[in-house]
């Protein structure tokens, strides 16, 4: 099934008019290397590009980083200054101001600037609930599908984040399935964020999209576009390495022309290039992450069952989604806020309350454990423990939970002298990601 590459239905009015200017001779150079590109044997007297993306270096990783499970090619690759840009980039070519992306909540906070702040676009929650893990299902879907329909909003496409920020889950693949056939029929575009993609470190195994795309022969590649970045799996943020991989070579060509706003330095490319050619390393890198995440995740979860403070389970990302219901005397965002004010305020630690991620059910707080060193993390869970353990008085019941007390907060008689945890937004010195060898 192939998409009409001159319909301006599916597309932005941005990606389809000639507003870029490149219909000028000052850019047939470029459209000259592009139908006949250099190569030492099999087309010497070809085009040399001097300042192209290493982009088959990158192809390669992806590849690697999805178990060799898929293939990408390098020309359907796009690099932008980093995964906010690379998001907003897609959301330009594909949407109109006013125009909606469905999106399963808990979401990350951001996308709402990446994808909708400068383009214009809405974002219309999938509200996915703790009765079934957040499972996002094809109810869920049709449900939003239908609320977006009834507001007047035009659906042009859903996005997903694979594996999820916040909750640090990853879609199965009978739920990647019924996503694709989703968006097939109801003809809206797929958007995959799968920036998260190495950092799974317990079963289930990842499967990305492209796995699902090579064994749906009857789904519409055209409308199936990959965001991905070196930021989380490699730990390299500063780099600004996003990329966009589209199977729609329209998209490619709009995306690229947009990419002259945030471009990836040469100098960046070739020492990435140099980098992720090094298999060996590469290997190393992601297995060693793997392991101390899984590390890290343990320390985290077993310290806080301790005192009955339970997680989503979870199994990739640098993160966990802790819950903190029964510390709360009501299940309001009000009630929540004022938990999220005390453990700043007097706890000391910075931690992300659910409703930041549009998150319906109060209570739900991320937690980042992969941006300290295990002292901070003894620290951390010490001040917590004596939080938990001196407000133990009164809990609001929850369902399907074990807690028949109640517990009231109160928070003037908590001491925390030690130091503060590391905010989730900081530079990453002590990760566990940047330190593999």
Same mark, same amino acid.
């Given at each position: 099934m192939e998409l009409s590459l001159n319909s301006q239905n599916f597309l932005s009015k941005i990606a389809t008019n000639d507003g870029h200017g490149e219909n000028s001779p000052y850019f047939d150079g470029w459209k000259a290397y592009d139908?006949?590109? %250099?190569? $030492?044997i099999n087309n010497p007297d070809g085009v040399i590009q001097m300042g192209l993306a290493e982009n088959q270096a990158v192809a390669n990783f992806m590849g690697r980083v999805r178990g060799h499970k898929a293939t990408f090619d390098p020309d359907h690759i796009v690099m932008s200054g980093g995964a906010t840009g690379a998001a907003e980039? #897609?959301?330009?070519?594909?949407?109109? $101001? =006013?125009d909606g992306f469905l999106v399963p909540s808990p979401y990350y906070p951001a996308f709402d600037r990446d994808i909708r702040w400068r383009t214009g676009?809405?974002?219309? $929650? #999938? #509200?996915?609930?703790s009765s079934n893990n957040f499972i996002l299902t094809l109810s869920?879907?049709?449900?939003?599908?239908? +609320?977006?329909?009834?507001? =007047?909003?035009?659906?042009k496409g859903l996005l997903i984040n694979n594996p999820s920020n916040p909750l640090g889950t990853t879609l199965d693949r009978k739920t990647l399935t019924t996503i694709v056939q989703f968006t097939n029929e109801k003809n809206i575009h797929l958007v995959c964020d799968e920036i998260y993609a190495a950092t799974v470190f317990s079963q289930p195994d990842f499967v990305s999209i492209s796995e699902i795309l090579e064994e749906e022969v009857n789904c519409?590649?055209? @409308?199936?576009?990959?965001?991905?970045?070196?930021?989380?799996?490699? =730990?390299?943020?500063? %780099? +600004?390495? =996003?990329i966009i991989y589209s199977y729609n070579k329209q998209v490619v060509s709009c995306? +690229?022309?947009?990419?002259?706003?945030?471009?990836?330095?040469?100098?960046?490319?070739?020492?990435?290039?140099?980098? @992720?050619?090094?298999?060996?390393?590469?290997e190393r890198f992601i297995e060693e992450s793997a392991r101390r995440l899984a590390t890290r995740h343990n320390v985290i979860t077993n310290g806080l069952s301790q005192v009955g403070i339970g997680s989503l389970k979870s199994n990739a990302g640098l993160f966990l989604w802790m819950d903190l219901r029964r510390l709360m005397k009501e299940s309001t965002e009000e009630a929540e806020m004022n938990l999220w004010r005390a453990i700043i305020n007097e706890v000391k630690l910075n931690v992300s309350p659910g409703s930041a991620f549009h998150c319906s059910e109060p209570g739900w707080f991320r937690v980042c454990f992969a941006n300290m060193d295990d002292e901070t993390v003894g620290v951390a869970l010490k001040r917590i423990r004596a939080f938990v353990l001196q407000n133990i008085e009164v809990e609001v019941p929850i369902k399907k939970h074990r807690w028949s007390n109640n517990l009231r907060l109160s928070f003037s008689s908590l001491k925390c002298e030690d130091a503060t945890m590391t905010p989730p937004h900081s530079p990453l010195p002590h990760s566990p990601l940047v330190r593999a060898v």
């Open positions: 139908s006949n590109p %250099f190569h $030492p980039t #897609i959301s330009f070519c594909l949407a109109d $101001p =006013g676009t809405k974002l219309v $929650p #999938i #509200i996915c609930e869920a879907l049709e449900t939003a599908y239908n +609320r977006a329909q009834e507001e =007047g909003i035009k659906v519409n590649k055209n @409308l199936v576009h990959i965001l991905y970045s070196l930021s989380k799996d490699m =730990g390299l943020p500063g %780099f +600004r390495v =996003g995306a +690229r022309k947009m990419s002259s706003f945030g471009l990836v330095s040469t100098q960046t490319q070739h020492l990435i290039a140099s980098m @992720l050619s090094d298999n060996d390393f590469v």
